[in-house]
């Protein structure tokens, strides 16, 4: 990936406007920055979400707090706690989030 045409800056994400995304159960808090074509979002998962859809996005993503649970069509399954990330690119393995405690997450896609 190259990153370009993007100067130096800095984001304080309390400003950053906030929308809202209904899943199955529950609301994910999307804050969200466009710079060139990488999104980068902060996002939190209301307790007890369960994601609405299968995604095919490839996503770079950290929890921050909380626990991510991430379920691939294939019936792997993973828990994300803080500190921990993982990456998928686009179209490789369909995944599903669910935040039983509710999270925090940093996520570049």
Same mark, same amino acid.
């Given at each position: 990936? +190259?990153? +370009?045409?993007?100067?130096?800056?800095?984001? +304080?994400?309390?400003?950053?406007?906030?929308?809202?995304?209904?899943? @199955?159960? !529950?609301? %994910?808090?999307?804050?969200?920055?466009?710079?060139?074509?990488?999104?980068?979002?902060?996002?939190?998962?209301?307790? !007890?979400?369960?994601?609405?859809?299968?995604?095919?996005?490839?996503?770079?993503?950290?929890?921050?707090? !909380?626990?991510?649970?991430?379920?691939?069509?294939?019936?792997?399954?993973?828990?994300?706690?803080? !500190?921990?990330?993982?990456?998928?690119?686009?179209? %490789? @393995?369909?995944?599903?989030?669910?935040?039983?405690?509710? %999270?925090?997450?940093?996520?570049? +896609?």
């Amino acid at each position: 990936m +190259d990153i +370009d045409g993007i100067s130096f800056a800095t984001t +304080d994400w309390s400003t950053v406007p906030v929308t809202e995304h209904k899943g @199955e159960k !529950g609301t %994910a808090y999307w804050r969200t920055c466009q710079f060139g074509p990488i999104r980068v979002r902060m996002v939190e998962y209301s307790p !007890g979400y369960l994601a609405d859809h299968w995604c095919s996005k490839g996503h770079i993503l950290l929890c921050l707090e !909380g626990e991510l649970h991430t379920e691939l069509k294939d019936g792997r399954h993973f828990v994300l706690k803080p !500190g921990v990330s993982y990456q998928v690119a686009d179209n %490789a @393995e369909a995944h599903r989030s669910s935040a039983p405690i509710g %999270a925090k997450l940093f996520v570049v +896609d």
